[in-house]
């Protein structure tokens, strides 16, 4: 009996139907019965090869239509702009991108439903919780789905070429202050980010490390791409950069630039960006760190500790291809050890767009889809901190759990959950000087908070569960039968005897042409499925 799965090594190193699944389930978000049949009896090198080439060779898909090239900033304060006719850019600009950013939400959770190569939206997906910026600071939109393509182009690309324009990358250059830097006043944040973070980790770098690198990042900032005109009129000294900003292009000032001597990890020299970089990425601490990132984000047991050093040399031996490092990751005998299978907690992004791929829903992406994700603690392209999230256990709380819980009713009748608004949120308000203006803003603010909560949710949940489309040969129809059918659909770990059988009852008191909904809302909402 196949429900209560004894997990097999992969034998004489082709893959079984248990292997493929769990495959399937890390890099990507889970695999139908037809695509884990594709992988069985594969050598898992071979396997793993496929699923590379194929995300390799994904196409980009087509942008939002509201994106453009160039951006033009319409919330342009100039000197001579009259005080009413700013405030009015202001809030319809606001309001523009915030309707663009639910709709780029639900833009990428389309894709990641939809795509053909969903390895290359996972490790887009690894990428934007590892260079994280969040909207909330951001702000522009299109700023947003640049770095959401820059990410995804690289994705499975060299790392040092990643690093490189994710460093020039407006919305990171705007998110941890890189924009403003100059030789006068150099900003240490993204040298932090940079060294913590991105490549070293904590510990293996010293605060004169920190200085000197922010020296040599300054100089580049945002303006309009070559040959593009710019605005011929003046702006007040003093406007801030949200309202004097003229373009999301990465450019270099040399005015700007400290091109003095700086010391770098003992090393020392007239350095620039593309030196920093350099010097980052040859310490041997870059590749261990990301390959305890990857490690982390797949699941994959380590207990001996020899994976990630295995990986790291992966990294450098190929001159940080991160191709070689997930061949290396998805082929190691650690991969699809027992301690790595059923084991990783899923995020709220694998747990909704799986259960749409494995059940074949029928999906119209909308805002209200993409809340769901953010309701269990994964909002898209608003990580909670610059550390990106946390993962693992931290997907679960009394909150999120809730919502998981709901998720099948979600999909499968289409029902937005109670309790997904939040409560309140962090506001920064200057207090007006007179008290009654208080209130009135106040007012305001609810107002447009009430705008927004009826633009996100003014197209519902659209989804379609149609049974047909599984078993296009008619359901199994004993209730044994289907629920076992269901369950290698969507189950990749291990099943409780007790489960399968509460989902036999379910399935026997059921009415014959509600029971393939009625097992998938059950499974959907087990502790199993939020396994992968």
């Known amino acids: 009996m196949k429900r209560v799965r004894a997990f097999r090594a992969v034998e004489g190193n082709c893959l079984d139907a248990t292997s493929a699944a769990h495959l399937l389930s890390r890099v990507g978000f889970g695999g139908t019965p037809e695509e884990i049949q594709r992988l069985v009896d594969v050598p898992v ?3 793993v090869a496929w699923l590379l080439d194929a995300a390799e060779a994904a196409e980009p898909p087509q942008p939002p239509a509201w994106v453009r090239s160039p951006w033009v900033n319409t919330e342009r304060r100039f000197a001579d702009t009259p005080r009413e006719e700013s405030a009015e850019n202001h809030r319809n600009t606001r309001r523009r991108y915030a309707s663009e950013m639910n709709d780029l939400r639900s833009w990428w959770l389309g894709q990641m439903i939809a795509s ?16 994280t910026s969040a909207n909330d600071k951001v702000g522009i939109s299109q700023a947003m789905y640049e770095q959401n393509a820059t990410l995804r182009r690289h994705a499975l690309g060299n790392f040092r070429t990643l690093l490189g324009d994710i460093t020039r990358d407006a919305a990171m250059m705007m998110y941890l202050d890189l924009e403003d830097s100059d030789a006068q006043q150099p900003n240490e944040n993204y040298a932090r980010e940079l060294f913590e973070l991105f490549t070293l980790g ?27 005109a710019k605005p011929d009129r003046p702006t007040e000294p003093g406007t801030p950069r949200n309202f004097s900003r003229d373009g999301l292009h990465p450019t270099f000032v040399p005015d700007r630039h400290d091109d003095g001597e700086k010391t770098i990890f003992g090393q020392s020299g007239r350095f620039g960006l593309e030196d920093v970089l350099d010097l980052v990425v040859s310490r041997e601490e870059t590749a261990l760190h990301l390959a305890t990132r990857l490690i982390d984000f797949f699941g994959v047991s380590d207990p001996e500790g020899t994976l990630r050093p295995r990986l790291a040399a992966a990294f450098r031996e190929s001159e940080f291809e991160i191709r070689p490092v997930l061949l290396a ?26 259960a ?8 119209e992406p909308t805002p209200s889809l993409a809340e769901l994700t953010a309701a269990m603690g994964q909002a898209l392209f608003d990580p909670p901190n610059v550390k990106g999230w946390p993962g693992g256990r931290a997907w679960i709380g009394s909150g999120t759990l809730a919502v998981r819980y709901q998720l099948a009713d979600a999909l499968l009748e289409s029902r937005i959950p109670a309790g997904l608004e939040p409560i309140g949120f962090d506001r920064f308000l200057l207090v007006p000087r007179d008290p009654s203006q208080m209130q009135e803003r106040m007012e305001r603010m609810e107002q447009a908070m009430a705008d927004r909560s009826t633009e996100r949710n003014k197209d519902g ?24 059918a269901m369950l290698d659909r969507l189950i990749v ?18 009415p014959a042409a509600d029971r393939p909904a009625v097992v998938a809302r059950l499974i959907l909402a087990s502790p199993e499925f939020q396994m992968a």
């Open 493 to 510: 770990t291990s099943v409780r005897e007790t489960t399968r059988k509460g989902l036999i009852r379910a399935c026997q008191t059921a």
């Open 45 to 47: 090198d071979q396997a």
């Open 329 to 354: 990751l998805f082929t190691a005998p650690e991969c699809y050890d027992e301690s790595s299978r059923g084991t990783l907690i899923k995020s709220p992004v694998r747990l909704l767009v799986g």
């Open 356 to 363: 749409c791929r494995q059940l074949r829903l029928e999906v």
């Open 116 to 131: 053909e190569t969903p390895l290359r939206e996972v490790m887009t997906l690894f990428w934007h919780g590892h260079f």
């Open 461 to 484: 949940i659209k989804t379609r569960f149609d049974a047909d489309s599984l078993f296009p040969d008619g359901p199994p129809e004993s209730p044994v039968a289907l629920v076992d």
């Open 202 to 228: 904590i510990g293996h770098y010293t605060e004169r490390d920190i200085q000197e690198t922010a020296r040599a990042l300054t100089g580049w900032t945002l303006d309009v791409p070559p040959g593009v």
